[in-house]
């Protein structure tokens, strides 16, 4: 069931799909540094885990705790820019747009299945972690509270968010080369994704 | 010649060095992500190179040219955050602080003279990027311009810039283990580092 209209493959798609495979072999190919803004102004980055596309569309998908900072911040300020170095190929995409949180309460979503999907294919281990203790307070001393009941793989509990990145524009920068390669990818008045190179 | 007061090894390093040696034999362990606010409140990120920390001091070393736009992004709002991940241990160090820019026009500034240091320091290939044609405007097809007359190595040219990232707040976190391993690292009234080991 598609109840977003499907998009048409934007034109750095290829590049960044050509990335993922070539640098496969590296089990952190499919991390990458998400930036936001927290409420009084500030930058905050961390390591977030690429979780594949939403079907039909340009709009990656990554996982979070709804007891993370980052909810705040993406509350306040829904902008982030995503930056993703390959190791292996030397290249680095950023990735700057708007995220959509898609918490329990948003039924109405139409996200709201993909979540429950997102869920449903992350490992019993990654389950786990979202009834874990709050995170970032002092370390609870009590092992067994990090050995909780598994929870249901079918339906995701309320702590599970997925967040939908809309990317609004692209910078693909090539370290090998010399001079090294660099396109941005913007998007015309109507929508259509265009591609400029430029110096490095 | 320090003109800055030297200051104790912070809490911190010792882990952080630990992980820089550990990870020595991927080069791609100096890299990290650096996150700043543009001028219109707007998340930005980009992957940086690490050129050690000021002798003496808990301050990072980086580089960059000042036609890039996080300069523009430093001069507004000064405050950035590190996401240093380490792919072969799979830790990661997040580094919360202020930015101090280092131009040729801060003759009076204290870092002025390890600006020139790391001038002297970087590659030959490094040192010719910084009289390049600018960056992020159209593809210049003159390839002879990215093949100007060397710099001397001796003198930075203006458009060499050093940044001296101040820490205020480290998150380290290791992925191995279960639970994963947690620590915060803050600074008390008086400027002392405090560890708190803290849930995942």
Same mark, same amino acid.
């Given at each position: ?16 799909? =050509? ?26 980055? =961390? ?51 708007? &995220? ?60 599970? &968010? ?7 524009? &692209? ?10 390669? =660099? ?18």
């Amino acid at each position: 069931m598609v109840l977003f209209a499907p998009e048409g493959l934007a034109l750095w798609r290829s590049p960044l799909s =050509r990335a993922i495979h070539r640098n496969r072999s590296q089990a952190h190919h499919r991390f990458f540094q998400l930036a936001t803004v927290t409420p009084a102004g500030l930058p905050a980055n =961390r390591t977030v885990v690429f979780r594949g596309f939403v079907d039909q569309t340009n709009r990656l998908k990554m996982i979070t705790d709804r007891r993370s900072e980052k909810i705040d911040h993406l509350t306040q300020n829904n902008r982030a820019e995503i930056a993703w170095y390959f190791t292996k190929t030397r290249e680095q995409f950023r990735l700057a747009g708007s &995220v959509e949180t898609v918490t329990d309460q948003d039924v109405m979503s139409v996200f709201s299945e993909e979540r429950r999907r997102t869920w449903q294919n992350i490992s019993d281990n990654a389950r786990l972690q979202f009834v874990w203790p709050d995170p970032a307070i002092a370390r609870t001393s009590d092992l067994g509270k990090f050995s909780p009941p598994a929870p249901d793989p079918d339906y995701p509990v309320d702590n599970f &968010v997925l967040l939908v990145f809309h990317p609004m524009q &692209v910078d693909h920068l090539e370290l090998r080369g010399n001079p090294q390669n =660099r396109w941005l990818y913007r998007q015309n008045e109507v929508g259509i994704w265009q591609k400029l190179a430029v110096n490095p």
